[in-house]
Nanobody, 127 residues
Framework: VQLQASGGGLAQPGGSLRLSCSFS????????LGWFRQAPGKAREGVAC?????????FYVPSVKGRFTISRDNTKNAVHLQMDSLKPEDTAVYYC????????????????????WGQGTLVTVSS
């Protein structure tokens, strides 16, 4: 399966963007899905994820909790990241990813466990 991320761009502080990640083939619900970001000079970090057998549960890094929402669209083979109340510190290249292993709970926020990555999409938050 291949992942294709889109939706990045320039937003003003307090604004919104919606990132989308489309899959070339369906991904079974028992595999995790995640959004990650990497700012210049910083390590890649987990932003939001849907764990294996999620039952609707999602996990977020504390800095985006309450502002970002991850959602899965099985009918369109896609996962989205709605980003609201954007801050300059949200500026980064954002990546979507999945893995061919099971991940439960907040472990789905851990980048090294993912082995299938989409190309990044740049998000810049600036006035």
């Amino acid at each position: 399966v291949q992942l294709q991320a889109s939706g990045g761009g320039l937003a003003q502080p307090g604004g919104s963007l919606r990132l989308s990640c489309s899959f070339s083939a369906s991904i079974a619900d028992h595999y995790p899905l995640g959004w990650f970001r990497q700012a210049p000079g910083k390590a890649r970090e987990g932003v939001a994820c849907i764990p294996s057998s999620s039952r609707g549960r999602t996990f977020y890094v504390p800095s985006v909790k309450g502002r970002f929402t991850i959602s899965r669209d099985n009918t369109k083979n896609a996962v989205h990241l709605q980003m609201d109340s954007l801050k300059p510190e949200d500026t980064a290249v954002y990546y979507c990813a999945t893995a061919q292993i099971l991940m439960y709970g907040s472990t789905c926020l851990t980048p090294p466990q993912y082995d299938i990555w989409g190309q990044g999409t740049l998000v810049t938050v600036s006035s």
